[in-house]
């Protein structure tokens, strides 16, 4: 059997879901037998995202313009998208900023309040992705395929949802530790 095309993206996240990934200890040297990681910021210098790819992982939430680039770039290169962790699927940590009404708030606060020797706004374009006004869920901007919540979730709850994909099965979403709207 070919192997599966697996790739990860880390939008807005502590990258807490892409650690719990690794803790899947002994049982990533199976998952390496079937896999090729053809993108992920874990260990991977590729710029790019590539064409054809099997399955893609989603850690956080879509908080500026350069994520929502990346996800739908992923969404239309991805056979089985996944919505990883409680950013993801919910938007979560990310998301207390939408209560502050809209970025600039925020990037007053930030940057300029409390801003130690010399307080000015970032450069945008350019230096920094440009802050969408609210923080997303995934599933709100692309269409998702699975849900996997947590925060992080746990490597069980992972291996449950990725162990079947491997296999060229599709993943019983029904019990506790899935959902799928
Ligand atoms: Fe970090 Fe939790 Fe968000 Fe995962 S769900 S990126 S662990 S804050």
Redesign the pocket.
């Given at each position: 059997m070919a192997k599966i095309r697996l790739a990860t993206i880390w939008l807005g996240?502590?990258?807490?879901?892409h650690m719990s990934f690794l803790d899947l200890d002994e049982w990533l040297f199976d998952f390496a037998e079937k896999v090729d990681v053809v993108f992920s910021p874990v260990g991977s210098d590729i710029k790019d995202y590539p064409e054809n790819v099997d399955v893609c992982l989603v850690?956080?939430a879509v908080a500026n313009e350069e994520n929502l680039e990346l996800l739908r770039e992923a969404r239309q290169r991805t056979k089985f998208l996944i919505s990883f962790?409680?950013?993801a699927v919910t938007a979560?940590?990310p998301a207390m900023r939408n209560m502050l009404g809209g970025s600039e708030p925020v990037l007053k606060r930030c940057y300029l309040e409390l801003g130690d020797e010399h307080p000015q706004l970032p450069n945008f374009p350019g230096i920094v992705p440009e802050l969408l006004d609210r923080v997303r869920p995934v599933h709100e901007m692309v269409e998702v395929d699975m849900y996997i919540p947590g925060?992080?979730p746990d490597a069980n709850r992972i291996r449950k949802a990725i162990a079947p994909l491997l296999e060229g099965q599709t993943p019983d979403m029904t019990g506790r530790d899935m959902i799928k709207f």
């Open positions: 996240g502590c990258s807490g879901c850690e956080g962790g409680d950013c979560n940590v925060c992080p």
